[in-house]
């Protein structure tokens, strides 16, 4: 299958009722791994890298590691931009192939914010590709991105912002945070009330921290995405780290390689099926 369309992966998940997992890779085997645990679970969902990815690799070489791996799968997948940091790294990844766009300005002032994703959404939605942005500053740190103080999403504020940036999804932030040092105290009262105002769909980041039971709760209130990073990171450096541990003399990259992406992709089904209660 060739990669999905934001706009048709989103659409088929509100239409058969699932919470599409976004899944960040990083290189060949966090890919493969991530690729074969949705078609596993049997849970369509996003690859994605953040604009830190870029430093290691580039667009192209991401977008077509992914169609290449996707020619033996038929699990809808679309490939996704996460925490796009300039209109350069947006322009990058839609002229490399990418199906889903975030822009990530939450940092900026509010108008800022807005001039930002407004400017990433007229190029994205040229190309029929849906643009994701952020309103609230999510707690934590994951790669090198470092975020303030958690300033939850202002629901008197989301109307205005979805209608002006023209964004298509809403990262919103309730309490959840970035990767697995800080512990998530999700508001659901927030998302619910969020949820009635906001005319996109609402998108959690952080999602390797919160209890699938939330996620479950969180589906009601419009939840069309969660992230999840740090745990699958996690999984794969562990795998290494018994390795060395075992045998500080270890040298056989391709067979620990291989365990680390069997262990990320057991942990994928499990994230899969867990935030979809299946």
């Given at each position: 299958m060739k990669l999905v369309n934001g706009y048709?992966?989103?659409?088929?998940?509100?239409?058969?009722?699932?919470?599409l997992p976004a899944l960040n890779t990083t290189n060949l085997e966090m890919t493969n791994a991530i690729v074969e645990g949705l078609s596993e679970a049997g849970i369509p969902g996003f690859?994605?890298?953040?604009?830190?990815?870029?430093?290691l690799s580039n667009a192209k070489v991401i977008a077509d590691m992914l169609k290449s791996k996707m020619e033996k799968y038929d699990i809808p997948i679309a490939l996704h931009l996460d925490h796009g940091k300039s209109f350069e790294d947006v322009k990058a990844c839609v002229d490399a192939g990418f199906t889903s766009i975030m822009i990530d300005a939450s940092h900026l002032d509010y108008e800022e914010n807005i001039k930002m994703v407004r400017k990433c959404a007229d190029y994205c939605h040229f190309y029929n590709i849906p643009v994701e942005a952020e309103l609230g500053t999510?707690?934590?740190?994951?790669?090198?991105?470092?975020?303030?103080?958690?300033?939850?999403?202002?629901?008197?504020?989301?109307l205005d912002f979805v209608t002006r940036s023209g964004c298509d999804t809403l990262a919103v932030s309730v309490g959840n945070v970035h990767g697995i040092d800080l512990e998530p105290t999700i508001d659901l009262e927030l998302l619910e009330k969020i949820s009635k105002i906001s005319p996109v769909p609402l998108v959690l980041h952080g999602g390797s921290g919160i209890p699938y039971e939330l996620i479950i709760e969180a589906k009601k209130f419009n939840l069309i995405k969660i992230n999840i990073a740090s745990e699958l990171r996690n999984?794969?450096?562990?795998?290494?780290?018994?390795?060395?541990?075992?045998?500080?003399?270890?040298?056989?990259?391709?067979?620990v390689s291989l365990l680390a992406k069997n262990a990320v992709k057991n942990l994928v089904v499990k994230k899969a099926m867990g935030i979809n209660y299946i």
């Open positions: 048709d992966l989103i659409k088929y998940a509100s239409e058969n009722s699932y919470i690859v994605q890298i953040s604009s830190n990815n870029l430093k999510i707690e934590g740190k994951e790669e090198d991105i470092i975020n303030g103080d958690g300033s939850k999403t202002n629901p008197n504020l989301v999984e794969f450096i562990k795998t290494f780290g018994r390795a060395y541990s075992d045998n500080p003399n270890e040298a056989d990259l391709i067979a």
